[in-house]
């Protein structure tokens, strides 16, 4: 039992590792967005998403420890973590807690962190939406090769009709 318990305490512990480095991640990605640091922010979305991988991974791990854990201890497979602690050996019921409490502790921030993340980036889309609109605005005087006024596009054709 000693080693299947340690192994699901590692998986625990590579859980919380991982999502701290997704909200390290996230972190940079809200001070590259406030920074306007396009050429950085498009490399650490790319990252964000490899972490989501490697989280994925973490959990399942982690799951598939808490299985062989709960087979060990004649309990279901479906056994959560909550109802599995009070089956562990009384010393390590308070390490096992304090890791699930951190875990979901940190996911909620994760959660929190990616959700404002994407209303700063989703206004910053809307913003520069708005500005190139306003550049191709409807009656905005154009000037051709010769120099006389260009004719104007015609109203309501969206920016991405408009060009090209």
């Known amino acids: 039992m000693n080693e299947l318990l340690q192994n699901f305490i590692e998986s625990l512990r590579e859980e ?3 999502y701290g480095e997704l909200l390290a991640l996230l972190d940079a990605q809200q001070e590259q967005v406030v920074r ?3 050429d950085e922010l498009s490399e650490t979305v790319s990252t964000i998403n490899s972490q989501g991988e490697v ?3 973490a959990r399942r791990e982690r799951d598939q420890r808490r299985r062989e854990l709960a087979r060990f201890l004649l309990l279901p497979d479906e056994t959560l973590i909550t109802q599995l602690i009070p089956s562990l050996p009384e010393a390590y019921r308070p390490l096992v807690s304090a890791l699930v409490g951190e875990n979901n502790h940190l996911l909620a921030r994760v959660q929190q962190r990616a959700r ?3 209303i700063l980036l989703s206004r910053s ?3 520069m939406g708005q500005f190139i609109n306003s550049l191709c605005a409807i009656g905005a005087p154009t000037y051709n090769e010769a120099g006389g006024m260009a ?12 060009v090209g």
């Open 116 to 118: 404002r993340n994407h």
């Open 16 to 18: 919380l590792k991982q």
């Open 151 to 162: 004719r104007a596009m015609s109203p309501g054709r969206a920016l991405y009709e408009a």
């Open 125 to 127: 889309l809307e913003l």
């Open 36 to 38: 306007r640091l396009a």
């Open 55 to 57: 989280i994925q991974a």
